[in-house]
């Protein structure tokens, strides 16, 4: 079997070789033409099609330390899977060997000291549904699918972030097989200058194999739901959204998206597959007080309808996952936000109104308050001054419609670029963006290549948002 090694070249790999990592693997270890190699490789955005020369799905550290060491004996390059929901598709490599640790899903909690460890391999639903059975929870994403891993290692934010921070705010500790096999264990104490890279610095410098985080008390039962107005109204909401969310309390988050309407039961059938703006609407504390909160937002323009109550919070974790399905074509353009101008809000109006497909849509996710207390040196993730984070996500089905769509987010996301503050969320660049992560980075960049010099001087991480060691 031929595979692609770190430069680029082939190396020829025998199979008593490839039986070698076979038999010292826990986990199976899948080749080109297995039954299961098709549906592991395959990831949330169907835009990757990549075919690694192995698979190795790993069950343990060890696991991944032999892989690891297997991978670095012969020079090969190397992708890492957790959730496989990263949009840049880095999970997975052409020709190489692919380390996936989708298997490993366990999450162990300590309902007394309140915290977590959870395996690689959690998507945010493994989590969530673990923590929640103690009335616990962590700043995690909005979609149950998402992997914990990439998303704690790119930053993480989400419903519960004004309140309690972004994810890796809650990290307390992680164990990562460095790119030379040790399993180093890292915290504020131990191998601090490793955690720290490890907080935002995503997976530039080693496979964390377990997470260790703080948890937080939330729900069972939350106060969430949609407020939708009808399109021809976006700039008196978007604008009111923008100022009523400068002061809103911590406890309360509320996000902005505009799309054309999914079939939802509680919109009129004439809206469906109109362009509409949708307030999305997340309160921590008591249900009681956050519905007087939330009562400003239905006078900012005519309501086609609402669907807003007390849910489970694990139900609301789901509330988008099928807007947001595997197997679709997906292209993702971001921006960092410290407010929302009038000529943001004009641009956006204008994209919304020309979308390339009815899965299209632009979000503006409002984090601020605990996010920005944080000093931007702390940990490699340095926006502490974005106070919002705008997405254009565009979606689609067919490779016809490629050129088209991505040129659409493209251009908005250069029109929109005036109004963009300094850095960017790096799980968020797509996967033709290795330019924007120095800017990405921003004030900790420098550092954190110096720190990959010291962990992986030869890049043997570099399936990732990569940040170079030279």
Not at 52 to 62: D, G, K, L
Request: glycine share 10%; net charge negative; hydrophobic share 40%.
């Amino acid at each position: 079997m031929k595979a692609k090694t770190l430069n680029g070249g082939e190396i020829e790999l025998k199979p008593d070789t490839i039986d070698s990592l076979r038999t010292r693997l826990r986990g199976p270890l899948l080749l080109p033409g297995d039954t299961s190699y098709d549906e592991a490789r395959q990831i949330w955005n169907a835009m990757i099609d990549r075919r690694p020369a192995m698979i190795a799905r790993c069950v343990s550290p060890e696991d991944v330390i032999t892989a690891v060491g297997f991978a670095r004996e012969h020079s090969l390059l190397v992708s890492i899977r957790g959730g496989g929901h990263n949009i840049a598709g880095n999970a997975v490599c052409d020709g190489g060997l692919m380390i996936d640790l989708s298997l490993m899903k366990s999450v162990r909690v300590d309902p007394v000291a309140r915290r977590a460890t959870v395996e690689p391999g959690c998507t945010l639903a493994d989590f969530d549904a673990a923590a929640q059975a103690h009335g616990l929870a962590t700043p995690l994403g909005i979609n149950s699918t998402t992997g914990v891993a990439g998303l704690t290692l790119g930053g993480g934010f989400g419903w519960l972030s004004r309140k309690y921070g972004m994810t890796i705010d809650s990290l307390l500790s992680a164990d990562v097989v460095t790119a030379d096999g040790r399993r180093v264990h890292t915290s504020d104490s131990e191998n601090a200058d490793l955690f720290w890279g490890l907080r935002g610095g995503g997976g530039n410098f080693g496979i964390v194999t377990s997470f260790e985080f703080q948890l937080h008390p939330v729900g069972p039962d939350v106060l969430s739901g949609l407020i939708v107005f009808p399109f021809d109204q976006a700039k008196q909401v978007i604008t009111q959204f923008a100022r009523f969310t400068e002061t809103m309390p911590d406890e309360l988050n509320v996000w902005m998206i505009t799309r054309k309407a999914p079939p939802l039961p509680f919109l009129p059938a004439d809206v469906h597959g109109k362009e509409i703006v949708a307030l999305a609407i997340f309160y921590t504390d008591d249900p009681a007080v956050g519905m007087k909160l939330i009562a400003p937002l239905r006078s900012f323009g005519m309501v086609l309808g609402e669907h807003v109550g007390v849910q489970p919070f694990t139900a609301w974790e789901k509330a988008f996952d099928p807007l947001l399905t595997p197997g679709s074509r997906n292209y993702w353009k971001s921006h960092n936000l410290v407010q929302l101008s009038d000529g943001l809000i004009d641009t956006v109006i204008k994209y919304a109104g020309a979308l390339p497909t009815a899965q299209t849509e632009i979000f503006i996710g409002t984090i601020g308050a605990q996010t920005t207390r944080v000093a931007s040196e702390t940990m490699a993730y340095s926006s502490r001054d974005a106070n919002y984070v705008m997405n254009v996500h565009c979606r689609w089905e067919s490779a016809d419609d490629d050129d088209r769509c991505i040129a659409w987010a493209r251009e908005f996301f250069s029109t929109s670029q005036p109004f963009a503050s300094e850095g960017a969320y790096v799980n968020f660049l797509t996967q033709d963006e290795g330019g924007r992560v120095a800017f990405a980075y921003g004030t900790t960049y420098n550092r954190l290549v110096e720190l990959k010099k010291k962990y992986d001087p030869a890049n043997f991480f570099r399936m990732n948002q990569n940040i170079k060691p030279a």
